[in-house]
């Protein structure tokens, strides 16, 4: 498999086209068909099938000479060697990199319109020739092959000490392993002679499903019983009722661990693991901000109070943002006033407001309690942050207003008298004239927030 794919990228790197029929037709033809990919096993076999009759019609006699002579089958970024390019690769890095980035067909603002979509297509290529032309005006020649520069060729030297690293944990050819069985080191399936897997005559049955395809439409459908069972197919997939279940098995790592709690005390280490299923950071900050195990054992503990939870919740996103024993809302202003200075203000990387904590702290302990006695519901999850909505339940952000009462209720008036009557709305809405009022600016006038004012107000209630 692995000597089929070089094949095939030398071919298009080269723009070798008679390689490149050669390796479909004698090669991958029978992968795509014996792998179950059966849209591509005829689709690339009527591509075969055309490309063949190229030669034989006069009206395509110089498109078959450009890709037998020129190599114009695949597409070139550069008139380098080995910089052949094939075509679907070209779409991905080209028109669906721009449809997808930011500003393209599926992001932003366009994402929902249809005259924006239009507009886009239909400028798509007046703007390609724009980028054409700044790419001529920039006089570079020779330009150094990508895969000869320095970052690339770093990049693969950590990339192959990976790999050589990974060989020497899992060797492929350990002489005590039976070289009759297959086996997955990634998963650890191993074949034996008795199992379905049969991934080693991969090529001798996709050769035998394309003959059942000779003399039939490309619309003829294949049977998907035919294909190659891989190592995956030992999977046991676990029944009830009858039922195939599907199961996540880190969640079920997850409950065995917590499962564990009940018959035994855990160590230190196996703690610490445990506390991972309330928040994976936590465990990070039991060794770089101090010691919270007074803390941490709150969630774990199935008679503890809201507030107990809300209070530990508290006190770790403190210790998460190295500032033990300050208020949330300090720590999140002092972070504030260094992004802003920066010049870089991401709110999304704030720490939570009080409210906010109090909401995820209550929320990590309903989780961990269904954790720990394995049933769903072990509490109202009304009460712990969650609130039931129309598709479900739904996280409570937080309980706090979204600004403090006097922003809320900021106004401003731009009054030409002296703000004493209930058309200046500053007066209506029960609130002093501010610095931001039109005329007045909060000084010149009888609702300001000096004692002048106070006395006109009273005056006016009295009458």
């Known amino acids: 498999m692995v000597d089929v794919i070089k094949v095939f990228i030398r071919n298009e790197r080269l723009a070798d086209h008679n390689g490149h029929l050669c390796c479909i037709v004698s090669r991958k033809l029978d992968i795509f068909a014996a792998a179950g990919h059966h849209q591509y096993a005829k689709g690339a076999r009527l591509y075969c099938?055309?490309?063949?009759?190229?030669?034989?019609?006069?009206?395509?006699?110089?498109?078959?000479?450009?890709?037998?002579?020129?190599g114009n089958h695949v597409v070139r970024y550069s008139s380098h060697d080995w910089s052949g390019t094939w075509c679907d690769i070209c779409i991905e890095q080209t028109l669906m990199k721009s449809a997808k980035s930011e500003g393209g067909l599926s992001r932003g603002r366009m994402r929902h319109s249809d005259s924006g979509h239009k507009c886009w297509v239909l400028t798509l290529n007046h703007f390609s020739n724009v980028n054409q032309r700044m790419e001529e005006s920039v006089k570079k020649h020779a330009p150094l092959h990508r895969d000869l520069g320095k970052t690339q060729m770093k990049r693969d030297a950590e990339a192959i000490d990976l790999a050589i690293q990974w060989f020497e944990e899992n060797n492929p050819f350990d002489p005590d392993r039976d070289k009759e069985l297959l086996l997955s080191f990634s998963t650890g399936f191993r074949s034996t002679g008795d199992d379905p897997v049969i991934a080693e005559r991969a090529a001798e049955i996709g050769r035998e499903m394309q003959i059942k395809l000779d003399g039939q439409s490309v619309t003829s459908t294949m049977e998907v019983k035919s294909k190659v069972q891989a190592l995956s197919s030992l999977r046991k997939i676990p029944k009830i009722n009858e039922m195939k279940i599907h199961l996540d098995s880190l969640k079920l790592f997850n409950r065995l661990i917590i499962f564990a709690i009940r018959s035994a005390k855990l160590s230190l280490k196996e703690r610490?693991?445990?506390?991972?299923?309330?928040?994976?950071?936590?465990?990070?900050?039991?060794?770089?901000?101090?010691?919270?195990?007074?803390?941490?054992?709150?969630?774990?503990?199935?008679?503890?109070?809201?507030?107990?939870?809300?209070?530990?919740?508290?006190?770790?996103?403190?210790?998460?943002?190295?500032?033990?024993?300050?208020a949330l809302g300090e720590i999140r202003h002092n972070m504030f006033s260094r992004k802003a200075a920066a010049g870089l203000i991401k709110p999304e990387t704030l720490p939570p407001t009080e409210g906010a904590a109090a909401q995820h702290s209550l929320r990590a302990y309903l989780?961990?309690?269904?954790?720990?006695?394995?049933?769903?519901?072990?509490?109202?999850?009304?009460?712990?942050?969650?609130?039931?909505?129309?598709?479900?339940?739904?996280?409570?952000?937080?309980?706090?207003?979204?600004?403090?009462?006097?922003?809320?209720?900021?106004?401003?008036?731009n009054c030409n008298g002296d703000c004493s009557n209930r058309r200046c709305s500053c007066k209506r809405n029960g609130v002093k004239c501010i610095s931001a009022c039109g005329v007045c600016k909060g000084i010149s006038c009888n609702n300001c927030g000096h004692d002048g004012g106070e006395s006109g107000e009273d005056s006016e209630i009295d009458s």
């Open 49 to 70: 099938q055309l490309m063949k009759q190229l030669e034989t019609l006069p009206a395509y006699k110089e498109t078959f000479e450009s890709f037998t002579a020129h």
């Open 272 to 326: 610490d693991a445990t506390c991972s299923f309330v928040k994976p950071s936590l465990v990070v900050i039991r060794f770089c901000a101090g010691d919270i195990d007074e803390h941490m054992d709150i969630f774990l503990d199935t008679q503890a109070t809201k507030d107990a939870v809300i209070q530990a919740g508290t006190t770790i996103f403190q210790y998460i943002y190295h500032a033990p024993g300050t």
């Open 367 to 413: 989780q961990t309690q269904d954790w720990i006695l394995l049933q769903s519901m072990s509490l109202n999850p009304s009460d712990y942050g969650w609130t039931l909505g129309v598709h479900g339940y739904e996280p409570v952000p937080t309980l706090d207003p979204m600004a403090p009462e006097e922003l809320l209720q900021f106004t401003s008036c």
